[in-house]
């Protein structure tokens, strides 16, 4: 079974891994994804998220940008070197930054090693328990009686789960 | 009657100070004649922030500029409407409007519980007396409604634009009915602490609370999304702005209480965990009202005097002290007996899904505060955007989706492997034959495409578990009382209303991650300057922009209104009328946008600018199945009335528990 899902997840990184460059999307949308709006309002949107007049502005210079032949990553630099860090809607993914992707990964997978722990003391405790009830259990040959019958199909009636 | 408001409110503010204080010492004293005399006061305060309330709202419907509120937030021309939802337009009227329904909450608790659960009551509504305490100190003392101008002016300021919607009247109602509703889970499970009573009957007595208040809070977001939809006019629905981070958040946490706290109602399991979520929901959504109103974090949402995160911070450091003191020193009456008899079964399947859950909450709690800690660590405040949480959430989120399939279909506690066969090769044939049919039709070709493929597929596995579930109830029901299918379903929901609630409730979000997965992969939009006569063609629609016209609505108001004609195959199938709104005194005009929607795509026309020639730049957008989202929506308001519509057969099963647990029937009744 671990063998399988060990299996399951290669081919999905390699999957994945295999699509994702393959985007070719239009490039000003790329640029308008990855830079912030420099408002003077700050409205805090993501450029192609914001309708105000400055984004309109540069939208129109950003394609002349690209018209002239640069890059979407070049004037992405552009903007960092003339705006700071600031301007990039996501934090990249290197030094203190890389926290930001890594940390809520981290947390999900240690979380998940502590649910396995919990789980596994949970049924270790299932089974210390197990032998100590000794309760008579009914005989399977025993004939179900009506009364029973009966009750048995209103318990279901009421089943809930 | 502005006086009269003001007073009112500071009534409230003795009586509930004497309310809390007389509450505490009667339980601490044994005194009978101090416990009576505190027990009126939900009701007084109650009543004194009503009568705050109808002034407020009287002020902005006579236009009493005299009032800074109301200058700042109505003037002559708005309609009546928007001066109703002015009320919550800004800081100090939405903090009253907060502290309305924290006391309505209070008084329905009071009087539900009135000769019953003597156990918890006092000490719940001394929780809720004490939040509504901290309001009405902002209130008095900081953001107090009813201040006056000196001098006041002839008109108003006038309500932004962007609030002049009618979702505005929805939306921050609804998702304030969601946070404060979570006040009475909280109250309930810290009175359950201090007295000590922690068997289930907090979850018990809160479950419909929790259940509504969750169905607030979820709808309060997704009304959020249209509203945000239609007005901003950028062709989205979810930007991921802090302010929308802090309202997703705890409805994330609610939605893991609801399902970890089966656990503890059939098996008497995870008492820490369960009484942990709750409070952290409610710690969550105080937070979110920090983020609006701290001004620490850049958000379109915030309000403008965000000057109260001093007070919600102190408040927010106050809640999880005791919160934390309270469960670390109950912790040894809160430990139960855990034990599960197999790693496969549906307890350890929801504790996966609330690892999930609760890493998506996380994640987004995480992205939310990384500027301060970027700024606090290196100087430098990141912008953390939409791009961060797609990568981070969308593989999360699709994992959930996979446990959505996977936990309603696994047995409580053991699940065989041939159990598991039977189940799920069904539904996971169903998918896969559906994946490869996607993947022939439409290979994806970036990642985004690659996500919603993965999503799509996992839909059809969820729907297939759904239905396949429906099936064999509705057969079994069928068969054993000889009802014809539609009654075997009638019944077969009607009398497990909680599970098969759930189920719809299910079937909604599965509708609504379609929906996202459609709408963010398969989208397209272009951008174009047209003159009158001239056409654009967007896929297989062309779209001919036929006039410009100009209406004078109001003095303070005009519009500009485009209209385009639309052609699909050929055939007039619409018209659009995407308009620029201008109000007087303000900068920035604001789109309303024109949509077409279907349930297989949406067109969206946006008014983006004009020239004197006529001539205008129109932006559209194609977006695939959003109205899927909205679909949901209702979906899930349809199963969350049917899981909270009241049960005669769970009452007298609850009434058999209660008997033998002899839990909360107050000394007074017994």
């Known amino acids: 079974m671990r063998r399988l899902f060990s299996t399951w997840i290669v081919l999905a990184v390699l999957f994945l891994g295999v699509a994702a460059p393959a985007g070719a999307a239009s490039m000003l949308a790329d640029l308008e994804n990855a830079l912030m709006c420099k408002c003077k309002d700050k409205c ?53 930054n890389l926290t930001a992707w890594v940390t809520p990964f981290a947390a999900i997978l240690v979380g998940g090693y502590g649910v396995r722990r919990i789980l596994n003391a949970w049924i270790r405790g299932k089974k ?29 009636d009421k089943l809930e789960i | 009657m502005n006086d009269l408001g003001e007073f009112a409110l500071m009534v409230a503010l003795a009586t509930a100070l004497y309310g809390c204080i007389g509450y505490v010492l009667a ?50 021309d708005l309609d009546v409407f928007y001066k109703v939802s002015s009320f919550w337009g800004g800081q100090k009227g939405s903090l009253l409007f907060w502290t309305l329904l924290l006391t309505s909450y209070m008084v329905v608790v009071y009087f539900q519980n009135r000769k019953r659960n003597a156990k918890l009551v006092p000490y719940a509504l001394v929780v809720m007396l004490t939040i509504t305490l901290f309001f009405l100190v902002l209130l008095n003392f900081s953001t107090n409604p009813f201040e006056r101008i000196p001098l ?21 109602p609804t ?91 059939k098996k008497d399991m995870m008492k820490v965990w369960n009484m942990s979520l709750i409070l952290l929901t409610f ?31 102190a408040f927010l450091g106050v809640i999880i002290v005791i919160c934390v003191s309270l469960i670390a020193s109950r912790l040894p009456l809160l430990r139960s007996k855990n034990e599960l008899d197999s790693f496969l079964s549906r307890e350890s399947s929801f504790l996966f899904n609330n690892l999930v859950l609760l890493g998506i909450a996380f994640a987004t709690f995480w992205g939310t505060i990384f500027p301060i800690v970027s700024e606090a660590v290196r100087g430098i405040k990141i912008t953390v955007g939409p791009p961060f949480y797609n990568q981070v959430n969308v593989p999360i989120g699709l994992v959930l989706l996979a446990l959505i399939g996977i936990g309603p279909v696994i047995a409580w506690r053991r699940a065989t492997w041939a159990h598991l066969r039977k189940n799920f090769f069904k539904p996971v044939l169903i998918a896969l034959v559906f994946g490869v049919g996607l993947w022939i039709w439409a290979l994806p070709s970036n990642r985004a495409e690659v996500y919603s493929f993965i999503a799509f597929v996992l839909c059809v596995f969820v729907m297939s578990t759904i239905i396949i579930e429906f099936l064999k109830g509705t057969l079994a029901r069928s068969h054993l009382h000889e009802e014809t299918p539609l009654q075997a379903l009638g019944s077969l929901v009607w009398r497990s209303k909680s599970r098969y609630g759930g189920y719809i409730v299910h079937v909604g ?133 049917v899981s909270v519509w009241p049960d005669r057969l769970e009452a007298r099963r609850r009434l058999e528990r209660m008997k033998v647990q002899d839990a909360v029937f107050s000394p007074a009744q017994e």
């Not at chain 1, 025993?142 to 209103?154: A, H, M, V």
């Not at chain 2, 969550?284 to 000057?307: C, P, W, Y």
């Not at chain 2, 007087?584 to 067109?603: A, C, F, H, I, Y």
């Open chain 1, 44 to 96: 805090g949107k993501v450029l192609i998220n914001c309708t105000c007049d400055t984004s309109n502005k540069t939208r129109a210079d950003f394609q002349k940008l690209l018209d002239s032949g640069l890059t979407v990553q070049q004037i992405v630099q552009q903007q960092v070197a003339l705006h700071g860090e600031t301007i990039l809607s996501a934090p990249t993914k290197i030094g203190f």
């Open chain 2, 175 to 265: 998702l304030y009915l969601g946070y404060v509703g979570f006040t009475v889970p909280f109250a309930f499970a810290l009175a359950a602490l201090i007295t000590k009573n922690l068997d289930d009957s907090w979850i018990r007595l809160t479950r419909k609370w929790t259940l509504i208040s969750w169905f607030f809070l979820c709808m309060g977001n997704l009304f959020g999304a249209h509203w945000a939809y239609l007005e901003l006019g950028w062709g989205g629905y979810w930007a991921w702005d802090p302010v929308e981070n802090a309202a997703f958040m705890p409805l994330i946490i609610a939605t893991a209480y609801l399902h970890s706290v089966m656990i503890q109602e």
């Open chain 1, 128 to 156: 210390a328990g197990t032998p100590a009830s000794g309760e008579k259990s009914p005989d399977p040959q025993e004939p179900i009686s009506s009364n029973y019958s009966r009750r048995l199909q209103e318990e279901l």
């Open chain 2, 283 to 313: 710690v969550m959504t105080i937070f979110g009202t920090f983020i609006t109103r701290s001004g620490l974090i850049q958000s379109v949402h915030t309000f403008d005097e965000a000057t109260l995160g001093y007070y919600f911070l």
């Open chain 2, 509 to 641: 979000v599965v509708f609504i991650f379609a929906g996202i997965a459609g709408s963010q992969a398969y989208g397209t939009h272009i951008e174009q300057h047209v003159k009158v006569g001239e056409s654009l063609q967007i896929r297989d629609y062309t779209l001919k922009y036929e006039r410009l016209g100009f209406i004078q609505e109001n003095p303070t108001k005009t519009r500009a209104v485009a209209q385009l004609g639309v052609y699909q195959n050929g055939r007039r199938v619409w018209t659009g009328q995407p308009e620029k709104e201008f109000y007087k005194g303000q900068n920035q005009p604001v789109s309303e946008v024109d949509v077409r929607s279907t349930w297989k795509e949406d067109l969206y026309i946006i008014l983006a600018d004009f020239k004197e020639d006529d001539s205008a730049t129109l932006k559209i957008y194609l977006n695939p199945m959003v109205s899927w989202i909205w679909m949901g929506a209702w979906i899930i308001a349809f199963g969350t009335t």
């Open chain 2, 27 to 76: 339980a601490r004293g044994n005194r009978l004649d101090l416990y009576l005399s505190a027990d009126k006061t939900p009701v007084i305060v109650w009543g004194c922030v009503v009568v705050a309330s109808i002034a407020l709202w009287k002020a902005f419907m006579v236009d009493d500029f005299s009032l800074e509120y109301v200058w700042a937030y109505s003037n002559r």
């Open chain 2, 152 to 172: 006041p002016p002839e008109d108003g300021r006038g309500l932004n634009p962007l609030l002049q919607n009618y979702w505005m009247v929805i939306h921050p």
